[in-house]
């Protein structure tokens, strides 16, 4: 079969795909349909969190398959609980509520934002969320109507109402947003690095503001930990480092290890919003979901964070040093790059060489899998030296 021909033919053209297939993995590394392996520093967009074919991952993900694969949300189930119970006990948060994707758990933590201010002050009052310009929090119309990007607010209106946009580390333009639109809101929602909007952290002087100024208005703060959660930047969720203590987050992507899953976790204000009929999911907390993320959970231990941030240090030390680079941007494995050469050609060049990087706007990005190898990492490294000059 002509995979490529087919997939034109058949598959809605939603993607620029790059031309490649990949037929397996093992650990770091991918192999295409003629056996060419690559290594991979893009992780299924931060997905595969131990990389492919881990074992430790395959068992317990296997082991739940075998017991019972889907139950739904009438019945109790264990996983989905031992989960939730983990995640509460290692963020502080109170409860959790299961998805399978980055966008359904920002839906319900806006969902959620706005039934928190309807039950306080009245429906319709305050249901306004103050967003940064640049981020990125999904494909639904309400996480799109979120999302700061102008060029993704056409096409699909009307957009729901009630979103206002903040440029990102820049305290004044904060300032003067809520000052115009603070007394119609209920929230202010962030990532603490801008992931799809090009590998743009926070400062920690403006997010320590944005918090003050939370309080000041009497908002919910909601961290969108989609790309930047489950130990991506570091820690195990990227507000750790910033001190700061959301009243909701949002997590997916590396959460269950390269299966479909989301979260979205409430801490004291927020924990009993929803209510029976408030929200709901067919698959969300899907037991073999969540078995992968148990399994994810019980690795990310203060040892390997550790391992991350020494090899986060390492890769930028190594990046910041080559001809070609300008700029490295992100915190731990969440690595924005911007290079002298379109970031389009060296990502073609690399791949050509066997390192699948990926790109966000006008810089490179890497997203390795967290366990990735030194020796790989390094050999990856003098692939992308060359292709940078
Ligand atoms: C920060 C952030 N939020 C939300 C999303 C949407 O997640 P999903 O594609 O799983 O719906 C993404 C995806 O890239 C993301 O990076």
Redesign the pocket.
């Known amino acids: 079969m002509d995979i490529f021909a087919n997939d034109k033919q058949y598959i809605a053209g939603t993607y620029a795909r790059t031309p490649v297939a990949f037929t397996r993995g093992e650990g770091a590394l991918l192999f295409d349909g003629n056996g060419k392996p690559y290594i991979d520093l893009g992780a299924g967009?931060a997905v595969n969190t131990f990389g492919h074919n881990d074992d430790g991952w395959v068992s317990a993900v296997t082991d739940q398959l075998r017991r019972i694969a889907h139950t739904s949300n009438l019945y109790f189930s264990s996983p989905q609980v031992l989960l939730a119970k983990t995640l509460c006990e290692r963020t502080g948060m109170r409860k959790v509520f299961f998805s399978n994707?980055?966008?359904?758990a920002?839906e319900c933590m806006i969902k959620t934002a706005r039934k928190y201010a309807a039950d306080r002050f009245g429906e319709n009052t305050r249901s306004g969320i103050i967003t940064l310009k640049g981020s990125?929090?999904?494909?639904t119309i309400a996480?799109l109507a979120a999302t700061g990007q102008d060029a993704m607010h056409h096409d699909f209106g009307p957009f729901p109402d009630g979103f206002f946009y903040t440029e990102p580390n820049d305290i004044a333009d904060l300032e003067a947003t809520l000052q115009a639109h603070g007394g119609k809101c209920c929230a202010i929602m962030f990532?603490p690095v801008q992931?799809?909007g090009g590998v743009r952290q926070l400062a920690r002087e403006y997010t320590a503001k944005l918090a003050a100024l939370a309080e000041q208005y009497d908002l919910l703060l909601l961290a969108?930990e989609?790309?930047t959660g489950n130990g991506r930047t570091g820690t195990l969720f990227a507000f750790e480092q910033y001190g700061l203590s959301p009243d909701i987050f949002s997590t997916?992507?590396g959460l269950a290890g390269g299966l479909p899953f989301?979260a979205t976790l409430f801490g004291a204000k927020t924990a009993d919003v929803l209510q029976p009929g408030s929200h709901g999911s067919t698959f969300g907390g899907n037991p073999v979901c969540a078995a992968g993320a148990l399994h994810v959970l019980s690795r990310l231990d203060d040892d390997f964070l550790a391992d991350v941030r020494k090899k986060s240090e390492h890769t930028r030390r190594r990046l910041t040093a080559m001809q070609g680079v300008l700029d490295v941007t992100g915190l731990g494995l969440m690595i924005g790059i911007e290079t002298k050469k379109p970031a389009k050609e060296v990502i073609a060049e690399a791949l050509a060489h066997g390192v699948v990087v990926l790109s966000a706007k006008n810089r490179v990005r890497l997203l390795p899998p967290l366990n990735i190898p030194m020796d790989l990492l390094d050999q990856a490294l003098d692939v992308l030296e060359t292709t940078f000059s």
Not at 101 to 104: K, L, P
Not at 136 to 139: D, T
């Open positions: 967009i994707s980055g966008a359904e920002n990125f929090h999904g494909r996480t990532e992931g799809e969108d989609v790309q997916a992507k989301g």
